[in-house]
């Protein structure tokens, strides 16, 4: 299991596999236990490069979208939980794609589609949710916490944490869209790109003098982070066809990986 980034915990529970009850409005409060949430319902929409090898065109791949038709919902949603179902697998399998919770909220993963899926990322990780199971997660850290499927890497979501205040501390911007994705090379006026490609930097590995900005620009369909270890830099969310950069003025040695997708790794070395 993945801890959670930066201070605090992540509490993960698998619910108990009860009831039949669903809740199939997705149209619920999304502010964790006593507060009116946010909900935009969204996720990104773009395809993705089959990074699992799953075949799309499986049989038992539900059509219509619909992954709960023939999908029996085994476990019951804790009470005051957010719910997110994942209805199939496509970009916004994931539904909502994107909810704001309170800092301390629990969130429950349902899947009602026919495949087996994951939710993962820096923050946490489900593990294999099979068909009709689900997972509960708790978080304990504010900010803005990315995720993916790691069956069907272009399956993405994002939850946002707000702290006390009712303010989201600690959260990675967007990126801005920025050019042509391209190999990794120099850019010049101090400036290096990094290939995002086959869910993959390329090269893994760059060397740098400090002051030196970096780009990476995203040629794959889904979306990618470039996220330091130690929290000291983010790209912020990369969507297809994207650049996020980030400036580094100290020397030293910067392991990073995508959000989305942790298993993706790079470093940056500063001299």
């Known amino acids: 299991m993945l801890g959670l980034a930066a201070a605090g915990a992540l ?5 108990d596999a ?9 149209d619920q409060d999304n502010s964790g236990p006593g507060g009116g949430g946010d909900d935009d319902g969204g996720g990104d929409s773009s395809g993705g490069d089959n990074h699992s090898g799953h075949d799309g065109d499986d049989d038992d ?8 038709d023939d999908v029996i919902i085994t476990g019951t949603v804790p009470t005051g939980a957010v719910e997110i179902r ?3 697998d496509d970009a916004d399998g994931f539904s909502p794609g994107t909810v704001t919770v309170d800092v301390g909220a629990a969130v429950t993963f349902v899947n009602a589609d026919d495949d087996a899926h994951t939710a993962t990322g820096a923050g946490f990780d489900t593990g294999i949710i ?3 199971g689900d997972v509960t997660v708790v978080l304990d850290t504010p900010g803005t916490w990315f995720y993916a499927c790691l069956i069907h890497p272009e399956m ?6 707000r702290d006390a205040s009712s303010a989201v501390t600690g959260a990675t ?15 010049g006026s101090g400036g290096t790109t990094v290939a995002i490609r086959d869910f993959a930097f390329e090269p893994p590995e760059i060397t740098i003098p400090a002051g030196t900005t970096v780009s990476w620009e995203n040629a794959d369909a889904a979306p990618h982070t470039a996220t330091g270890d130690d929290g000291v830099f983010s790209s912020g969310r990369i969507d297809a066809g994207a ?24 470093t940056i070395v500063v001299t």
């Open 11 to 15: 509490a993960l529970r698998q619910a």
């Open 18 to 26: 009860s009831d039949d009850d669903d809740d199939d409005d997705e």
């Open 61 to 68: 791949d539900d059509d219509d979208g619909d992954g709960d």
């Open 86 to 88: 994942i209805v199939d």
């Open 130 to 132: 099979q068909p009709g």
């Open 156 to 161: 993405t979501g994002t939850i946002i944490v």
């Open 173 to 187: 911007p967007n990126a801005t869209p920025g050019a042509t994705p391209a190999a990794a090379t120099p850019t």
């Open 243 to 266: 650049a996020g950069t980030a400036t580094f003025d100290e020397v030293g040695t910067f392991a990073y990986r995508c959000e989305f997708h942790p298993d993706m790794l790079g």
